[in-house]
């Protein structure tokens, strides 16, 4: 069974921090996503990579970049945390035709900024 | 530009009612379209797709490509059936999918 993980539930941060979010996935797959999950407004695509090194931006970029060293992690940076970005995140994986192979999500980490 | 609308927040109904979650989408391209659902305390998961034209949990879901919508039905709600749903539209060949606002479903007894 795929599994993605977050490393963490919950996180609080002061405005201004630099953030790390950080995903594992443990079945080879070489897609790999970051979405922001608010009530009213749904799923929001920030950024997503379907290769090592490789990225592309989603809807919502501004005030993150990504990493993905490594195929099987890929990490969300907020640079200067603000309270706008207080959220919940979700990051998922999937094989690179998602025809066969559905999104498989983590279980998201909400990150609150004071 | 792509995009996909669930037009109601909130649907409640009770156990035995039939359940209709409406989706409609806005894409110039061929359009492939999913259902996903978060039952509580769980992750998002994938409950069906339009290409496979398959009933999960008693769910369906048509593809109207007239209508650009894609409802999800089942003609006799449960009370496990209660969870938040996304309608999601895929618009590359890399997997990116476009998520609709999302539909709370509560099936009372």
């Known amino acids: 069974d795929v599994k993605v993980t977050q490393s963490s539930r919950y996180l609080v941060k002061r405005t201004g921090e630099k953030v790390f979010l950080e995903c594992v996935q443990d079945m080879d797959h070489e897609n790999m996503f970051w979405y922001r999950q608010d009530p009213g407004l749904g799923l929001r695509l920030i950024y997503f990579?379907?290769?090592?090194?490789?990225?592309e931006k989603g809807d919502i970029p501004e005030g993150y970049s990504v990493s993905r060293e490594k195929k099987e992690r890929f990490s969300l940076i907020l640079e200067s945390a603000s309270t706008n970005q207080t959220s919940m995140y979700l990051c998922?994986?999937?094989?690179?035709?998602?025809?066969?192979?559905?999104?498989?999500f983590g279980n998201g980490t909400r990150l609150t900024v004071t | 530009a792509q995009r996909v609308t669930q037009p109601e927040k909130l649907l409640s109904v009770f156990k035995g009612a039939p359940v209709e979650l409406k989706c409609n989408y806005s894409y110039s391209g061929s359009p492939e379209l999913f259902w996903y659902v978060q039952y509580s305390r769980q992750r998002l998961q994938l409950l069906l797709r339009h290409i496979s034209r398959e009933s999960i949990k008693g769910f369906t879901a048509d593809l109207n490509k007239g209508e650009t919508s894609f409802h999800l039905k089942k003609p006799f709600a449960q009370e496990e059936d209660s969870a938040m749903y996304y309608c999601?539209?895929?618009?590359?060949?890399?997997?990116?999918?476009?998520f609709g606002q999302g539909t709370i479903l509560t099936v009372h007894p």
């Open positions: 998922a994986s999937s094989l690179r035709d998602p025809f066969n192979s559905p999104l498989h």
């Open positions: 999601a539209l895929k618009t590359t060949s890399y997997g990116k999918l476009t």
């Open positions: 990579s379907y290769d090592v090194k490789m990225k």
